[in-house]
């Protein structure tokens, strides 16, 4: 169903030609995208960041601006990232924030928001404010043709602004319908406007067969309205290259195997329990020696998993890397000998997909995941890798001793794996297909304008 519109008069949407000035002062003709990006760099570069620049970059048949916010960066960082906006075919342009982010309590000021302190109220009264006026003037500018909604939870509460004759797409990921959230007090505020805005939408694409199913049951949308396009990877970056034993020499690895976890180090990636089912494997002296954990990313769990390590008495066979920047994180894949991130839901929150299964398993690694979330549509069970309970340390344990002993297995795994993404899950295949669902959805409100 469509929400009727709380916009201005004179926000008139439309359809092909567009009517929007000109990008970069080039005429073109093409149907204006407003994307609304809530992480976006330099901010963030996660996992979601990267699905929405391999399609971006690659959406041809649309004009594109990327509409994300200013916080968590400097000016000089923004301004820097934008620039190179234009080389991957798309406009930049910045609000304030998505998201309220509460600043630190003045003295004197009371103990917290559930006081509401006066000075508090007027903060969250000029956040929304602020955001609705920024938002209604890039509509009212731009005039998209359409708009897509990275970001359902964080940007949902501006959807309900999108006119009601221009079509509005959510590109939906899973943890954003259950994980728990700071502000609390306005967690079901922002939850209620998100669901709004998966029901007032043309169409909500999910990233697997998981996040779908939670999009129905969740939000009430239609199934018609639910289209699944996978997460993907982009096969020229992660791939088998061939530089396997220079890459494990470059990085001191020659006579060592190697487990790796590379992920933000956060509780629910479960890399406190691939530890403990490490360290049970070597008190039943079912791990050679030269077998270790390499654990790459940072978090603020970094301090707690380095002191598990410590107390379970594996720390020798475990190191933390820290930050791996972009263009070396395949090299550390396709380096590796197992992949190991046995994920789980806490609080809500899980893997809604899993894209560094698939990363993995491009570079030619066996990977083990957890059996939360969306991880069957990146793991296919006995031919890429395992899932398993992530709460169980002896199900990590069980499917450890699988891999670390037995090569075959390990390289059939990998093989088996590199050959299913390459054939299923390039970033090429996934932007021809969301491109042809975008331009479905013009297609059906012009045909619908016409009655």
């Not at 970069?24 to 620049?53: H, I, K, M, S, T």
């Not at 096969?235 to 020659?254: D, Y």
């Not at 509780?267 to 691939?274: E, F, H, L, S, T």
């Not at 390459?422 to 013009?442: I, K, R």
């Given at each position: ?323 791996v920047p972009d263009d070396e994180v395949a090299e550390l894949y396709e380096a590796a000998d197992v ?113």
């Amino acid at each position: 169903m469509n929400i009727a519109p709380n916009v201005a008069p004179d926000v008139v949407p439309h359809l092909v030609p567009s009517g929007a000035a000109p990008i970069a002062g080039l005429e073109d003709a093409r149907p204006l995208l407003l994307f609304a990006a809530p992480y976006f760099p330099p901010a963030y570069y996660g996992g979601v960041v990267q699905v929405y620049l391999g399609l971006l970059e690659r959406l041809k048949q649309f004009r594109i601006v990327v509409a994300t916010d200013k916080h968590n960066s400097t000016l000089e960082e923004q301004s820097a990232w934008d620039a190179t906006a234009a080389e991957r075919g798309f406009e930049v342009r910045r609000i304030d924030a998505f998201e309220l982010h509460l600043k630190a309590k003045r003295k004197g000021t009371g103990s917290g928001f559930l006081l509401a302190p006066l000075w508090r109220a007027q903060e969250v009264l000029s956040f929304f404010s602020k955001g609705k006026a920024q938002w209604r003037q890039l509509l009212v500018e731009l005039r998209p043709d359409l708009v897509v909604c990275g970001g359902s939870y964080s940007a949902g509460w501006l959807m309900k602004l999108v006119p009601a004759a221009m079509p509005l797409v959510n590109y939906l990921h899973g943890e954003e319908l259950t994980m728990r959230v700071s502000p609390r007090l306005l967690m079901p505020h922002m939850r209620r406007w998100q669901m709004q805005s998966i029901r007032q939408a043309e169409l909500n694409v999910a990233v697997s067969a998981y996040t779908a199913g939670l999009t129905q049951k969740l939000a009430g949308a239609a199934i018609e309205r639910i289209a699944v396009l996978p997460n993907f990877v982009d096969t020229k970056r992660f791939r088998v290259s061939g530089r396997r034993q220079e890459l494990r020499a470059r990085l001191g690895w020659e006579t060592r195997r190697v487990i790796l976890t590379l992920a933000r180090l956060e509780p629910r990636k479960g890399i406190d329990q691939a530890l403990r089912a490490m360290a049970q494997l070597q008190r039943e002296d079912k791990l050679p020696t030269e077998w270790i954990y390499v654990i790459a990313g940072r978090g603020k769990e970094q301090p707690a998993l380095e002191r598990l390590s410590r107390e379970l008495g594996i720390a020798e066979r475990v190191a933390f890397r820290g930050f791996v920047p972009d263009d070396e994180v395949a090299e550390l894949y396709e380096a590796a000998d197992v992949f190991l991130q046995p994920n789980r839901e806490i609080d809500g929150d899980t893997e809604g997909f899993g894209i560094v299964f698939l990363e993995a398993s491009a570079c030619g690694l066996p990977v083990i995941g957890g059996i939360a979330g969306g991880t069957a549509d990146a793991i296919e069970e006995g031919v890429s890798g395992f899932r398993v309970d992530g709460e169980s340390v002896e199900a990590i344990a069980q499917a450890l001793r699988r891999l670390t002993g037995d090569a075959e297995l390990r390289e059939r795994l990998g093989a088996q794996g590199a050959a299913r993404v390459a054939a299923d899950f390039t970033v090429e295949q996934a932007a021809a297909q969301f491109n042809g669902m975008l331009m479905d959805v013009l297609d059906r409100r012009e045909a619908a304008m016409r009655r």
